[in-house]
């Protein structure tokens, strides 16, 4: 299915790598205006965004920390200022944080997760609502994970944090659907990066991680794209209030005790 955002104006948040950047790459390729969220590698979202252009769209770029409240008050301004609106965020801003059972947590570096992965996506809902309830439309798709329903040893901040925001989809969902937009979450599995190659790249623990998801891979930055490009298009239209798991069936299987 060709998926088409002609005109649509999307907020991507932490789209400087990873998945991020592939859902700005496709949002751009399907027609979308960009507004391309970073937090730290202006160097990496000016490549992107230059990447997007020669894809024929629209991109700008916004330097925000998506845990400080006042400044994604700042660039959800600065994104309605340059398009006028606001007709898609995505909140996909998001870290792990560091491996700590609950009893040796640091406390800061917790709240730092929840900030993030939490707080976060209810800062930027919370701007961008303000115009969406005006045009009468609008989606809002929350990045979470297979780990909002499968608990994950030495991340507990993480797993909360994704247990909490499925949880604000649906309340989100419920409270705006009269006006309008929808509000849906996207829990993607084992999804190849930069990020997490010490696993995929060692024979023996990508080994353990395979043994754990049915379709007996893992899935790919462009997967997760397509699947967040129909459920922000006219497609999905009557989607709300769910959480979509895009995981090769990993939350299917039974004998998941270390996370992944």
Not at 8 to 34: M, Q
Not at 45 to 59: H, N, P
Not at 89 to 97: K, S
Not at 118 to 146: D, H, W
Request: charged residues 20%; glycine residues 10%; aromatic residues 8%.
């Amino acid at each position: 299915m060709d998926i088409n955002l002609k005109g649509k104006r999307a907020l991507i948040t932490g789209a400087s790598s990873g998945l991020g950047e592939s859902i700005a790459k496709k949002f751009g390729a399907a027609g979308a205006k960009i507004g391309l969220n970073f937090h730290s590698h202006p160097d990496a979202a000016e490549k992107i965004a230059s990447e997007i252009k020669a894809l024929g769209a629209e991109v700008i770029n916004i330097q925000a920390d998506v845990s400080d409240s006042g400044e994604v008050k700042n660039m959800v301004d600065t994104f309605v200022k340059k398009w006028g609106g606001v007709d898609i965020l995505v909140n996909n801003a998001g870290i792990d944080g560091k491996h700590s059972l609950i009893y040796e947590s640091d406390i800061s570096e917790w709240e730092k997760v929840i900030k993030i992965n939490l707080f976060g996506p209810f800062y930027c809902a919370r701007e961008v609502v303000k115009y969406m309830i005006n045009q009468k439309k609008g989606v809002i798709l929350n990045m979470t994970s297979v780990h909002e329903v499968i608990p994950w040893s030495g991340y507990s901040g993480y797993t909360a944090a994704k247990a909490g925001l499925s949880m604000l989809t649906k309340t989100m969902a419920q409270e705006l659907g009269s006006s309008g937009i929808r509000v849906l979450s996207l829990a993607p599995g084992a999804i190849q990066t930069a990020i997490n190659k010490s696993v995929w790249s060692n024979p023996a623990t990508l080994k353990d991680l395979l043994d754990k998801i049915p379709l007996g891979r893992m899935g790919s930055t462009d997967e997760i794209a397509d699947v967040a490009a129909f459920l922000v298009s006219d497609a999905a239209s009557y989607i709300t209030g769910s959480t979509i798991f895009a995981d090769g069936a990993m939350i299917d299987y039974a004998n998941f005790t270390h996370g992944g």
